[in-house]
């Protein structure tokens, strides 16, 4: 029996605490790039590196740090993370220039991946049984909530406070967290210190080097290939240095005793869910600049009107949140991550149909279905992800399957904008002369800027476009319905490589 001092909900609370601030921090930066730029005396193109910076970062290290989590301890890869995070929060709202600006930026998502990665773990092990399976989905609800409230946390900071105090806001918050988890989050040996054959194993640095390289490699082109252009030579040399960087990263841990347990791959369902939330980040956050764009540029609202336009997504997704865990226990993982993408793909239609002229409640309808997917899709996955694994390897688990949301996300901006790209060429592609200057107005929302001649014809392109968008992530949601099925149980006669983890699993109470 855990004592007060070490309670589960302290666990609980700190972990939330912490995924609360590393999502927040993906969306909130967007709504105050312009502010930025002016008060740094700098390019737009330029400050969009403090979003990019905090991505690729964020994204490079997920898989390295839920490894090093099972090796060192989960809490202290998660204190330090936090510590991280809090002093280059402090950096970034103190900073007196971009490039200042940027390098603090890539150190808070240095500190974002080590607090994100080991958590899923973390929640797991607090917890046993039905209990678990309960931390799990509300720990899921909390930080997807934070992700689609962050535009209108970010409008009221910018528009009240100045941008700067979406930074200094974190370092309070920070050194609270740090200091509860050092008194009441549980301290213990490496988690995989006790298990067969892990005694005494060093840190495989060169394992923990691949994988960063490999994940920076195969994020950085999908992060400045629609701006810079898909054939840059950074962006070729980037694709390239990432299949090098994977064939070496995987001959070094298929020799055994590396970083990463490559023999985890090979379970179907911690596969499945590390696609699965793959695609689910890439059919939601992926669109949603588009969608946040579409809300500012064809009704003019400011950010904070914007971000306000999307709460009825968030309310349903905290609504739909409350009666997860009673669904969970009704039905099996596959069922309800398969009604959640159905979900999605629905809202998607409708927000298709909205673009295309249709009606304020087609639109809000299309919202609530978006909030009610992603509610019911997430906390079956993270439940997968930890529970069809030793517990000594929950960590890594829970790395990878963290690694493919920022991935889902960097990918879903990446093929959602060559998309809208290429609908909106074909929009003003027969229009009138200036077609250059008509489409850079049209691509950013700034229908102001333009003639009143040709706003109809701008307005009708910039729609056509985000209504691709949407088709287009309906159909990844059509393909995670099909997906799916790969979080079915596997028989016992299937094979033993893939039951044995589930036999060294920890069994409810």
């Not at 993906?26 to 330029?46: F, K, M, Q, Y």
């Not at 974002?112 to 799990?136: C, D, H, K, N, W």
């Not at 490699?217 to 629609?226: F, I, Q």
């Not at 290429?422 to 049209?442: F, K, M, N, T, Y």
Request: proline share 6%; glycine share 14%.
């Amino acid at each position: 029996m855990p004592s007060r001092r070490h309670s589960p909900r302290w666990t609980f609370a700190l972990v939330s605490a912490g995924g609360v601030m590393m999502t927040l921090d993906v969306t909130v930066v967007n709504v105050a790039l312009p502010d930025i730029a002016r008060d740094l005396e700098s390019g737009l193109g330029r400050v969009q590196w403090t979003v990019s910076a905090y991505s690729l970062a964020f994204g490079a290290l997920l898989l390295t740090a839920g490894a090093l989590s099972d090796r060192i301890g989960r809490r202290a890869v998660f204190v330090a993370g936090m510590g991280l995070f809090t002093l280059a929060s402090a950096a970034c709202g103190l900073a007196p220039d971009a490039g200042t600006l940027i390098a603090a930026r890539a150190a808070q998502g240095l500190g974002g991946s080590m607090v994100f990665a080991p958590t899923l773990a973390l929640v797991a092990a607090a917890y046993e049984g039905a209990r678990r399976q309960a931390a799990i989905a509300s720990y899921a609800l909390v930080a997807s909530a934070a992700g689609a409230l962050g535009p209108i946390v970010g409008g009221v900071f910018v528009e009240a406070l100045g941008w700067r105090w979406i930074f200094l806001v974190n370092v309070p918050i920070g050194v609270l967290v740090v200091a509860g988890a050092l008194a009441r989050m549980p301290g213990s040996a490496a988690p995989g210190s006790a298990a067969p054959g892990d005694t005494g194993r060093r840190v495989d640095v060169l394992g923990a080097v691949l994988a960063v390289g490999f994940l920076l490699a195969l994020h950085y082109p999908l992060v400045t290939g629609p701006e810079a252009g898909w054939t840059a030579p950074e962006v070729l040399a980037s694709a390239a240095a990432c299949v090098l960087l994977a064939a070496a990263l995987v001959a070094g841990q298929r020799r055994g005793g590396g970083l990463i347990d490559v023999t985890l791959l090979r379970i179907r369902a911690l596969s499945g869910a590390a696609l699965l939330g793959f695609l689910a980040r890439l059919s939601s956050l992926g669109m949603l600049a588009f969608l946040t764009l579409w809300l500012q540029s064809t009704r003019a609202y400011s950010p904070l009107q914007a971000g306000l336009l999307l709460l009825p997504l968030t309310g349903s997704l905290l609504v739909a949140g409350m009666f997860v865990n009673r669904l969970q226990k009704a039905y099996a993982p596959d069922v309800l991550v398969a009604r959640g993408f159905a979900a999605q793909g629905l809202g998607l239609l409708c927000l298709a149909a909205a673009g295309a002229g249709a009606g304020h409640a087609v639109m809000v309808t299309g919202l609530v279905l978006l909030g009610i997917g992603g509610a019911v899709i997430f906390p079956p996955l993270m439940g997968v992800a930890v529970g069809t694994v030793p517990t000594e390897r929950a960590g890594m688990a829970s790395g990878l399957t963290n690694a493919c949301y920022p991935l889902g996300t960097a990918t879903g901006v990446a093929v959602f904008g060559a998309v809208f790209s290429a609908r909106l060429d074909s929009g003003i592609g027969g229009g009138p002369a200036g077609a250059g200057p008509l489409r850079e107005a049209v691509e950013t929302g700034r229908f102001d800027l333009l003639a009143p001649a040709l706003r109809p014809l701008a307005r009708s392109a910039f729609s056509g476009a985000f209504t691709a968008v949407c088709l287009a992530a309906a159909l990844v949601c059509l393909l995670g319905v099909v997906a799916a099925r790969t979080l079915r149980p596997v028989p016992a006669s299937a094979g033993a490589l893939a039951e044995r983890p589930r036999t060294r699993a920890p069994q409810p109470s």
